[in-house]
Each structure stands twice: as C-alpha cells, then as structure tokens.
C-alpha cells in the first residue's frame, strides 16, 4: 500500500505568468506479506505549478515504483492537494 498524504499550505508565489502553490507530502509504503518493497516513509516539501494542457498526477506521487512485477500496488491519495483536470 502506498499512501500519500498532501497539505496544500495556502502560500503562493509568482514564477513568471504562472502562480505556484506550496505543497508539503509524506509518502508512506507499507508492503504486505511477502513483498520484495521495503517499507518507507518520504517527506516532500515544495512549490508547484499548474500548467495548463497537461494532465497532472497527485503532488507527491510515485513517478516510479520498484517492485517486482508479481506484486500487486494499492494507491491512496489523502488531504487537500488533489490532481488538476487536463484542459482541452
């Protein structure tokens, strides 16, 4: 189970024509029985930016996972940070 819990801090910043959002995360592994995964816990805490045309994954999420290929992946996004629709 990988569980990421996200704070949206309310901070914002200007990065040229576009506003940044500060965005704090922990990310927390927990294998199950038998998994190769190590358990782990990983604190993110950094400005982030919408950009428009691209679909967006949830702040702090795996871009990459480790596992063996017979291990199955359950993901679960907490808080208040949640992902942006893509615009058309």
Do not use: C
Request: zero cysteines; glycine letters at 10%.
């Amino acid at each position: 189970m990988i569980t990421i819990d996200s704070v949206d801090t309310g901070e914002r910043r200007q990065f040229q024509h576009y506003t940044a959002r500060h965005v704090k995360a922990k990310t927390t592994v927990e294998p199950g029985p038998g998994a190769s995964t190590p358990a782990s816990v990983e604190q993110t805490d950094g400005w982030y930016l919408d950009l428009p045309g691209f679909a967006s994954q949830p702040v702090g999420s795996p871009g990459y996972v480790s596992a063996a290929a017979t291990e199955q992946i359950d993901y679960r996004s907490n808080g208040s940070v949640k992902p942006r629709a893509a615009t058309q």
